[in-house]
């Protein structure tokens, strides 16, 4: 039997190498970001692709992670990001996919985490066509979406303009659907600018804490780089960026198109998630009180979608991929196996 004093000195070295081990998991934030977070390390390399928007010199970045072990026989899979984050927060989906087969592309928008911010007029088509450039520069020509959040939005307008690209389509807690325009009352991008211009690392904290029903450590990560960002020099760039993409989702709706997918779909929808984009701005409490509500918005969307399925998750908030994770992953693997 091991003595009591060798049992606490187990027990303690084995916190210590947890600690340890989480941290080397989690890369380090630096205090000030510059707009493409240059000094923040993402889990895999990253490259780029240029673009030419509206006679702008634009680059995209994007990981693409080879399957592990390798599989000629498995589609790629592509993920997209939220609004208020960038494909590194893909994570351990990445580590999860590659480990089953799949090549898994991973872009950052352009606004978005390391990709150019050039103050531009937004458009869920444009994006989605710097998306189906970067495929065919990746000669991918068949793909599972996976689109979160706003992601989500991106994911619907990409299988939209390019059904015979994508073979698969998975939602996760999308934004959009519902009208926002209908509940939300506008504000001109000035307005919308001046208030990115005001967001400090407390208040994108508040915001995020929205996203769980319970705020834990390892999502710090997700408040402190856009919150070095707002350090930095070339903030008033990022924060343009930021109003113009909140006016791009305020301004254009799927959700009228839903009906139009034609590709097997999946709705995966945390229980607890009450997400408004412009939720702060609606005074009308019997309008603030149905906003929001995904698991009727599921609902009603998955019998908009031809082919679809809905798995909700009890009791798991906005970003289930970042909450419950083995959960997330079990779904999306169930549908696209």
């Known amino acids: 039997m091991i003595p009591y004093r060798k049992q606490v000195l187990l027990v303690f ?122 495929l065919d520069t990746l000669g991918v020509n068949k793909a599972i979406v996976v689109g979160h959040s706003m992601g989500g939005m991106l994911a619907t307008r990409f299988a939209l303009m390019y059904p015979e690209v994508v073979t698969k389509l998975v939602l996760e807690n999308p934004i959009g659907l519902e009208d926002y325009r209908t509940m939300v009352p506008f504000a001109p991008l000035e307005i919308a600018y001046q208030k990115e211009l005001k967001i400090t690392e407390e208040s994108i904290s508040s915001y995020f804490k929205t996203y769980f029903p319970e705020w834990l450590p390892e999502y710090d990560e997700w408040v402190k780089v856009p919150a070095a960002q707002t350090r930095s020099k070339d903030y008033a760039a990022v924060a343009l960026a930021s109003a113009q993409t909140y006016d791009m989702i305020y301004q254009q709706p799927v959700i009228y198109e839903l009906e139009q997918l034609q590709m097997p779909t999946l709705l995966i929808i945390g229980q607890t998630d009450r997400t408004v984009v412009g939720k702060a701005a609606i005074k009308d409490k019997a309008v603030l009180a149905k906003a929001g509500n995904y698991p009727n918005l599921g609902r009603k969307a998955v019998n908009q979608i031809r082919s679809s399925k809905l798995v909700g998750l009890p009791g798991v908030g906005h970003i289930p991929h970042l909450q419950v994770p083995e959960a997330f992953h079990k779904a999306l693997t169930s549908f696209i196996k």
Not at 75 to 91: D, E, I, S, T
Not at 112 to 125: D, M
């Open 13 to 134: 070295t084995l916190i210590l190498f947890l600690l340890q081990y989480s941290q080397a998991q989690t890369p380090a934030v630096p205090d000030v970001l510059d707009a493409e977070i240059l000094e923040y390390a993402y889990p895999h390399p990253v490259r780029y692709i240029q673009l030419e928007i509206e006679n702008k010199a634009c680059r995209m970045a994007y990981m693409d992670v080879a399957p592990k072990p390798n599989s000629a026989t498995k589609p790629a899979v592509v993920l997209l990001h939220g609004k208020n984050f960038m494909g590194a927060y893909w994570r351990q989906t990445i580590k999860y996919l590659s480990g089953l087969g799949y090549r898994v592309i991973i872009p950052d928008q352009v606004g978005f985490g390391k990709s150019s911010k050039p103050s531009l007029h937004y458009s869920f088509h444009q994006l989605a066509t710097n998306t189906r450039q970067l």
